[in-house]
């Protein structure tokens, strides 16, 4: 049961976890197979490449989750506690349009790309698009959490996240 909670929790960085050990281990083979035997393997470059793909969205949804990604804290470092969360709340309005433009783009394209296989893996090609809605749907959870965490907050500093 613990396990099971704390993949549940920890999701984007299980997925992430996974994506970059499938990244080195298949990249050090596919180095490996050259170096020894001067042949490579069709298909690791392509695995490599998806799960790059998968890493970089789902990092961007647990980043999101952990209210992470960069920012410019200066201004927040100036303004008002107030402003700040006035600042805060539009910000992650904005975040949650991005999410869902990634979802409805990334529907399209796992839509328009399932039947196509890939090169070397004759694998669907939508799914490895279909991380970009899967992850842009769990940037919409974050951010309405962190929105209505920082409704419910009545002083708002810039150096504690609502997490």
Request: charged letters at 10%.
């Given at each position: 049961?613990?396990?099971?909670?704390?993949?549940?929790?920890?999701?984007?960085?299980?997925?992430?976890?996974?994506?970059?050990?499938?990244?080195?281990?298949?990249?050090?083979?596919g180095v490996i197979c050259?170096?020894?035997?001067?042949?490579?393997?069709?298909?690791?470059?392509?695995?490599?490449?998806?799960?790059?793909i998968w890493l970089t969205f789902f990092g961007a949804a647990w980043l999101?989750?952990?209210?992470?990604?960069?920012?410019?804290d200066s201004l927040e470092k100036v303004l008002p506690p107030r402003v700040n969360k006035a600042l805060d709340l539009i910000i992650t309005v904005m975040e949650v349009v991005f999410a869902c433009y990634l979802v409805i783009v990334g529907l399209r394209m796992v839509r328009l790309t399932w039947l196509?296989?890939?090169?070397?893996?004759?694998?669907?090609?939508?799914?490895?698009?279909?991380?970009?809605?899967l992850a842009g749907i769990l940037m919409i959870i974050h951010n309405i959490n962190h929105f209505t965490r920082l409704l419910r907050q009545k002083n708002h500093s810039s150096e504690e996240p609502c997490q």
């Open positions: 049961m613990n396990t099971l909670l704390f993949l549940w929790t920890n999701f984007e960085m299980v997925v992430c976890a996974l994506s970059l050990t499938v990244i080195t281990i298949t990249l050090f083979a050259r170096y020894f035997t001067t042949h490579s393997i069709v298909w690791i470059e392509e695995v490599a490449r998806f799960a790059l999101t989750k952990n209210r992470s990604h960069i920012r410019l196509k296989p890939t090169p070397s893996l004759q694998a669907p090609t939508g799914a490895v698009y279909l991380s970009i809605p």
